[in-house]
């Protein structure tokens, strides 16, 4: 595998606190990596230091073979919170960000942005105006119009009902494969991590929390939501998730 995106050896510290150790992780151009593990183990402290909102205690991180050191276009974020402004249109907030990287087609960027998210019809609404959901997908249309290297999810989807929940988890699929973009996201869901990866990142329990397994997710694309409901393999690799999460958790803690 390429060496797109490279965590080597980075550990976290917080104070006396140890938060992550040991974390080496490769990820490819192109591909879909879910972390995911109980609240507390790290998964948002490591997306955060790929973000480069905070820098690690020891090791590096390597971005297209640059150290990351700092916030940057090469990566978009999408949190949980859509953090839009609420005094500015859909249009606008997604422009906003535009402006910051690009010196030239930025409404032409702008309007790309939303209609590969299906927002063309809502681009003068205010955030107030529109659902959770339409929210989510400005703010991914947002992260997408900077043409990152790397697209960065904390849970994006983490507030939403089940229903909108899973319609964004298709969109993303359709969006991922359109683009080809490079994601690691951040999640609790132990479905949401299958269907959408092509490995699965889980972590130790904290403090110190490290990779305990990596699953591999050889599922063929395009994912069909109701055809993999009904797929043994796909049942499987849910099972191996669950086992790692609560069975092998247990054991590691007792040990």
């Known amino acids: 595998m390429d060496k797109y995106l490279s965590v080597e050896a980075v550990g976290m510290s917080f104070g006396a606190s140890e938060i992550l150790t040991g974390i080496d992780l490769t990820i490819g151009k192109g591909e879909f990596v879910t972390l995911i ?44 919170n859509h953090s839009l402004l609420p005094w500015l249109t859909c249009f606008q907030n997604v422009h906003l960000a535009v402006e910051r990287v690009f010196k030239d087609r930025l409404r032409e960027r702008t309007h790309a942005a939303l209609e590969l998210v299906g927002l063309s019809h809502a681009e003068q609404k205010y955030p107030h105006q529109i659902s959770g959901g339409m929210k989510q997908r400005v ?18 989807f983490g507030a939403l009902d089940a229903l909108t929940r899973a319609t964004l988890q298709d969109e993303l699929m359709r ?40 699953l591999e997710v050889p599922l ?36």
Not at 37 to 65: E, Q, Y
Not at 183 to 203: C, F, G, I, P
Not at 225 to 249: C, G, I, N, S, T
């Open 139 to 156: 703010g991914i249309a947002r992260a997408l119009a900077i043409e990152p290297k790397v697209l960065l999810l904390d849970e994006p």
């Open 37 to 80: 593990g109980h609240s507390g183990c790290g998964k948002s402290t490591l997306l955060n230091l790929v973000a480069g909102l905070i820098k690690p205690t020891r090791g590096a991180i390597l971005l297209a073979g640059k150290h990351v050191d700092g916030p940057g276009p090469d990566r978009g974020v999408v949190f949980q």
């Open 220 to 255: 063929p694309r395009p994912r069909e939501r109701l055809r993999l409901a009904h797929d043994p393999r796909f049942m499987d690799l849910r099972a191996a998730v669950l086992e790692f999460l609560y069975a092998k958790q247990a054991k590691l803690r007792a040990a």
């Open 175 to 214: 969006i991922v494969g359109q683009t080809g973009a490079t994601v690691l996201m951040v999640t609790h869901d132990v479905d949401e991590a299958v269907l959408l990866s092509d490995r699965v990142v889980m972590m130790s329990n904290g403090p110190s929390a490290r990779i305990g397994e990596v």
